[in-house]
């Protein structure tokens, strides 16, 4: 085949030649039956899929052309600044078949594998003579063509303050995908009213593995227009890292921060944390063992059909004979209500716009209609949730400055309202017009972490965030999303995100945090009640309270 920026359609059996409706399955369902679906065909091939919700417009993304797994290396007896630090980056690349799959393995900075990620995109657009350009408008805001996948918290703030020494997470810092291959929901030809998957192609040159491809598919299709897709899962049960107590002591020495004039705003979260046994979720119901090798996945219909937030994702990284030299079997599952970034490319004038969305000030959704009003017109009229915003919006203009067009950042909505299955959220929104030649990915990069989940100042906010919090963040409060190869992309803020690492003992821990941002006027028992607030109900569901 030969390479197009463009899908391009294959000859199948299935629906309309490249095209299933797998029992008419929402994302979040079709998944974990896909993926053990995958396994039980292939257990060696490197699938590694990838979901991103995007705003309800879902892709599935499945066997990367080149895929980025990038490992802390142990850090060494003296101190070393963000240059001479270096991450194992474990590149898989695809072969003609599984068996012929390559691995390569380096010691590169954090900096040294960004512009590997830009130079790989730039030798893409520029190869895609047609390449189609993304269009200023909200409906073209999807995955086409290019990379898919997270920056976590810790690789990220230890960048913007390597001598404080933070602490990184035994697990993948960073993974991307060169998804040249994945399934879109489209709307059918036949009929309009109904959603089928589309497998969508880019420059998947071997025949014979696709043919193989379209029939694992197929024969999923025929399997859920027959069989019961219900699942049974065991109750998982997350507790609270922190009593009360720690909490209440890490405000305090919050407090004594800001009142020194350290920051002038702090965003402080604690962890809840439990085990899953992999033996025992039921897995898909398609008559398989009832091992689970993604045992956080299982949990992913329920958690989404309850929270139906916009930037919700997964991915995981299977330990299979490819990846003989991982640890831990990694899992991330987003909730996530918040943009970080859109980037759209304007094809009239050849610029990039940037979008984002920050939220700060957080109020819980009422028992009934009237208290529900009550509670969201508590939250306009908040002084305090309102200077939390404003402090956050003009730490991103000013990220956004050092890229921007001189002029071009702008604030056009601020102290909006948007409501969620279980809170209101404040939430305001910055545009930008990037700098000519300025890639979307050192924006990405260079922006993270994001203002919203550390503080401001940024740097100052980080180190104390690891002082206090005193363990990792892993992925939560990175970034999970994609980039089209013309610089066009949409990425999610990880909060409510859970993270699940099974080791080779097969015993599965599972994280999941919350906080807020603290500032002088903050109370303790007020910041307290809204972490619990922002995730009881992923907790009341993982529960099955």
């Not at 921060?257 to 897995?283: A, E, F, P, S």
């Not at 979307?440 to 550390?454: C, K, N, W």
């Amino acid at each position: 085949m030969t390479s197009s920026s463009q899908p391009t359609p294959l000859s199948s059996p299935a629906i309309q030649s490249n095209s299933w409706r797998f029992g008419d399955l929402a994302a979040a369902d079709l998944l974990p039956l896909l993926q053990q679906h995958l396994l039980l065909q292939d257990a060696d091939a490197n699938w590694q899929l990838v979901w991103l919700n995007n705003n309800e417009q879902p892709v599935i993304g499945l066997l990367p052309k080149v895929s980025w797994q990038v490992h802390a290396n142990k850090p060494c007896a003296k101190k070393e600044d963000d240059q001479s630090k270096t991450y194992q980056v474990v590149r898989h690349y695809r072969g003609a078949c599984t068996s012929n799959d390559a691995t390569v393995r380096s010691n590169v900075s954090y900096h040294a594998w960004q512009d590997e990620l830009i130079a790989y995109s730039n030798d893409y657009e520029n190869s895609d003579t047609d390449l189609e350009l993304i269009e200023n408008n909200d409906k073209s805001y999807s995955y086409s063509h290019g990379l898919i996948g997270f920056i976590g918290y810790d690789i990220a703030a230890h960048s913007l303050s390597p001598a404080a020494g933070i602490e990184q997470a035994a697990q993948p810092c960073a993974v991307f995908g060169h998804y040249d291959i994945y399934l879109s929901a489209e709307r059918s030809i036949v009929d309009e009213n109904q959603k089928q998957w589309t497998l969508q192609i880019n420059s998947f040159e071997n025949e014979v593995l696709l043919d193989k491809l379209v029939d694992y598919l197929t024969l999923l299709d025929v399997k859920l227009s027959t069989e019961n897709s219900r699942r049974s899962l065991t109750p998982l049960r997350l507790q609270a890292k922190w009593q009360r107590s720690d909490y209440q002591q890490a405000f305090k020495q919050t407090q004594h921060y800001l009142h020194h004039g350290d920051c002038y705003q702090i965003n402080l979260t604690q962890r809840w944390q439990g085990q899953v046994d992999t033996n025992t979720n039921t897995g898909t119901g398609t008559g398989t063992d009832n091992k689970s090798a993604t045992p956080l996945l299982d949990y992913l219909p329920v958690l989404h059909h309850n929270t139906q937030t916009p930037f919700a994702g997964y991915m995981s990284i299977s330990r299979t004979s490819k990846n003989e030299d991982l640890d831990a079997h990694f899992e991330l599952l987003s909730c996530s209500p918040e943009l970080f970034f859109t980037f759209i490319r304007d094809s009239k004038n050849d610029t990039y716009h940037i979008r984002t969305k920050p939220i700060k000030g957080t109020i819980p959704r009422g028992a009934n209609v009237n208290q529900d009003e009550a509670f969201k017109q508590q939250l306009i009229n908040s002084d305090k949730d309102r200077s939390e915003n404003v402090m956050i919006v003009d730490l991103l203009r000013n990220d956004l400055g050092k890229y921007a067009r001189t002029g071009s950042v702008k604030v056009p909505q601020l102290f909006d309202i948007e409501s969620f299955s279980n809170v209101h959220h404040m939430v305001s929104t910055i545009t930008a017009e990037l700098k000519p030649d300025t890639h979307p990915l050192s924006v990405l990069f260079g922006s993270l972490p994001a203002g919203s989940i550390t503080g401001t100042p940024k740097k100052r906010a980080v180190e104390i965030i690891s002082e206090l919090e005193n363990a990792p963040r892993g992925a939560y409060c990175g970034t999970m999303g994609y980039m089209n190869f013309d610089g066009s992309g949409q990425w999610n803020v990880l909060i409510r995100t859970l993270q699940a690492v099974t080791l080779k003992n097969n015993s599965t821990q599972v994280s999941l945090w919350a906080g807020g941002g603290i500032t002088v006027v903050s109370d303790c028992a007020s910041e307290y009640q809204e972490c619990l607030d922002k995730v009881g109900n992923l907790l009341a569901v993982l529960a099955q309270d």
